[in-house]
């Protein structure tokens, strides 16, 4: 007789562990480094260095976004419960990464522009929605208990939520075009950076990819837990 | 057996819209509702602006859209309601019919249903709002259906979703708002030009996008649909 | 098509008015009218359905019994093709359910869920099952059904105004309007009063004299004998036990049936049968 094809019952792997410390340690070094070892750039004062923060928060939040909708992919595709965890995982840790930019964003652009948000700026409302995608699909997991269902719910929303994006990115760009020149003075271009800047900014992109990963994993272990912990209520003890 | 021919996709999912329409008419509940709500948003809106500051000309595209997206999530939650009671659902899927046609069957059932709502809801508007009754009417009129195009795909797949989870109601209208996004802002910006005497040939970039949307998205859906059935 | 009226004497008090019943194709003889080859259904990590192998003949009915939880449900509904098999096949009348959807237009489903549209009337509700069956005539042929299981006099009733056993009527009717080869029933008879339990158990006959074969899931032995030509118990998401009904003591059975099911939940409350893989 074939037996179902389970993960082995193993001993759960620990949710917290010393890479995600060694990550939020980097973390807290970059922050000391930005805040105290960096220069003060000249036009944007104090506010620039948020820019640092804002931009490792887009760079975390693209990279958990395309983990989700690429083991969305493979969850129905392969009914893989493991890419399904791993979908989970990053689109939670690209929630709070989108957040981030979202937060920062307008209080950079406060500074900058003298507003707090900008509907003609394509990118910052693809964000907005982007975030109320994401929600969108925690909370249409948060209402399944069936596993597969959900599994398999999930995965048409963050199908069918890739989708989307190029939609909303068209309309908005058509939208401000017509509406609002670019403008140029106002739009944010590449400062130009010293070599302690750059540098700054290089590390802040490499301690928050860790940081970024580092969740994940705690996450997708997390969730792995859950499940077990869920399955063993179910089968009254027996696993 | 030999004289049994199953109808084919598109006679299959007529006969579903029928049949909805059917029961939809004998309880007209959720027909009436809907209708109630939009007239009265329609009216209450009128006084959420100082007429002095914004006439209601420049308003009525603005409330136009709202109505719309609002009614459309009332009738929508009620489509795949109707399966759920005694498992109606069980007896299509038995059916040699094929999965698609479930979905576009309850897709044309909606957007017949949401139609005959704005067939109300817009007149009414061009009532409240004193708007001239002429081509630029007749026009949005048009745009609106292509709207609703699009806003029954996608809530047609998601009120499917949804009826099987817990926090139904709600979740209907957080899926599917923000895939209303693309079409109500293109549909509003060309609305609302139409609305002022622009020409039709000014709006084609809205109109391009949304009929893309439109048809992206209806064969997107309904390539998922099948995998909302537990099979 | 001919159609001979001819009154019968059932066993039961109540006369069966029977139509010739029109089978357009008769299978052919060399093809088993249901096969279930090795079929298992896995929710996760619980085996509903473990390896069964089921097969029927044209005409013949097999009672399928268990306790709650033994996977009958499941099975019929993997045979339905409401499920997907996790592994084996299913086919009817010779043609594979996975790979050719329009088999499914042979199989009949009744269930205790009457899958009616209560603000429609009887009538509409079976007409509309015709027509989804691609059935020539679909006004004639729902009447057709109803009177067949004698609730023709409340065809123009919306069925919310009828009562459950009423409902239960109607939605074998709808079941059957299309004369399925292949008739799938899940507990029919909850709640069937007396003449409408005798109306179907009398129906059923009718559609196995016809060449129909049955599958009659049900928790109620006698009801089940009296129509199954075939028995079978299920455990655990395996056949545990078949029968021909014909060589089977009536009298015994019941009791043997019992103490099976009451050993085999002894068991899974001691944990010694582990029932899931």
């Keep these: 007789m074939t037996s179902v094809s389970h993960s082995p019952a193993v001993e759960p792997k620990p949710v917290f562990d010393w890479v995600l410390g060694l990550a939020v340690a980097a973390v807290v070094g970059f922050y000391v480094r930005a805040i105290y070892f960096t220069p003060i750039e000249l036009q944007q004062g104090v506010a620039q260095k948020i820019y640092y923060l804002h931009l490792a928060g887009v760079i975390g939040a693209y990279l958990s976004i395309t983990i989700t909708a690429l083991m969305s992919i493979v969850a129905l595709w392969l009914h893989d419960q493991r890419a399904d965890h791993l979908a989970e995982a990053s689109a939670e840790v690209g929630l709070v990464f989108l957040t981030v930019v979202l937060t920062t964003g307008p209080i950079w652009g406060h500074k900058i522009w003298g507003a707090w948000w900008a509907w003609w700026e394509a990118r910052l409302t693809l964000t907005l929605f982007l975030w109320f995608v994401i929600v969108a699909y925690l909370v249409l997991r948060g209402a399944i208990e069936d596993v597969a269902m959900r599994a398999r719910y999930s995965a048409v929303l963050a199908m069918l939520g890739a989708l989307l994006i190029p939609f909303i990115h068209l309309s908005v760009y058509l939208f401000a075009a017509r509406l609002h020149p670019m403008p140029v003075v106002l739009k944010p271009s590449r400062p130009s950076l010293s070599s302690e800047m750059l540098t700054t900014l290089l590390l802040s992109l490499a301690t928050f990819t860790f940081l970024c990963v580092a969740l994940i994993r705690a996450r997708y272990r997390l969730a792995v837990q859950r499940d077990l912990a869920a399955a063993l209520d179910v089968d009254g003890g027996v696993a | 057996m030999s004289n049994h021919r199953p109808p084919g996709t598109f006679s299959s999912a007529w006969l579903l819209a029928r049949k909805d329409l059917a029961i939809e008419f004998r309880t007209r509940t959720a027909f009436l509702s809907a209708l109630v709500f939009a007239v009265l948003a329609l009216t209450i809106f009128y006084f959420t602006w100082d007429e002095s500051v914004v006439s209601p000309n420049d308003r009525a595209p603005g409330v136009l859209w709202v109505v719309l997206t609002f009614s459309a999530l009332l009738g929508l939650h009620r489509s795949f309601g109707l399966e759920e009671h005694d498992r109606g659902i069980d007896a299509l899927l038995v059916a040699p019919i094929s999965r698609e046609s479930i979905y576009l069957g309850k897709a044309i059932g909606n957007l017949i249903f949401l139609s005959a709502i704005q067939v109300v809801a817009i007149p009414s508007l061009a009532l409240f709002y004193n708007l001239p009754v002429g081509r630029p009417l007749f026009i949005v009129s048009g745009i609106v259906f292509l709207a609703m195009v699009g806003i029954v795909a996608i809530g047609t797949l998601f009120s499917a979703m949804a009826v099987n989870t817990r926090l139904a109601e709600l979740l209907l209208p957080m899926l599917s708002l923000p895939f209303f996004v693309p079409v109500l802002m293109n549909a509003a910006q060309a609305g609302s030009r139409i609305f002022a005497g622009r020409p039709v040939a000014e709006v084609m970039p809205w109109l391009r996008i949304l009929i893309a949307f439109d048809i992206v998205f209806v064969f997107a859906c309904t390539l998922a649909f099948p995998f909302t059935l537990e099979e | ?277």
């Design chain 3, 1 to 277: 098509m001919s159609q001979n009226r001819t009154r019968t004497d059932s066993p039961t008090e109540y006369d069966a008015v029977t139509y010739v019943w029109r089978m357009s194709a008769p299978a052919p003889s060399n093809s088993l009218a249901v096969e279930v080859s090795g079929v298992s259904r896995t929710f996760g990590r619980r085996r509903a359905v473990d390896a069964v192998d089921l097969s029927l003949n044209a005409g013949e009915c097999l009672a399928l019994f268990g306790p709650n939880g033994a996977g009958k449900t499941t099975l019929l509904r993997v045979i339905a093709g409401l499920l997907k098999a996790t592994t084996g096949t299913v086919r009817v009348g010779g043609r594979s359910l996975r790979n050719d959807p329009e088999a499914r237009g042979q199989l009949g489903l009744i269930s205790h869920q009457s899958m009616l549209y209560r603000a429609l009337t009887a009538r509409e509700n079976v007409e509309f099952a015709a027509r989804m069956y691609g059935v020539p005539d679909p006004r004639s042929a729902a009447m057709r059904a109803l009177e067949r299981i004698r609730i023709a006099d409340r065809a123009d009733a919306p069925v919310r105004a009828l009562s459950r056993g009423l409902q239960q009527r109607v939605s074998i009717a709808r079941a059957i309007v299309h004369e399925p080869t292949v008739v799938l029933l899940d507990e029919p008879y909850t709640g069937l009063d007396a003449a409408g339990g005798a109306a179907l158990t009398d129906m059923l006959r009718l559609l196995r004299g016809h060449g129909a074969s049955l599958i009659l899931v049900t928790h109620n032995v006698e009801e089940g004998l009296a129509v199954a030509t075939h028995a079978a118990v299920m455990l655990g998401g395996r056949i545990v036990r078949r029968d021909d009904v014909a060589s089977l003591d009536h009298a015994a059975f019941p009791a043997a049936y019992r103490s099976m099911v009451v050993d085999a939940s002894d068991q899974s409350a001691n944990r010694t049968v582990s029932v899931s893989a």
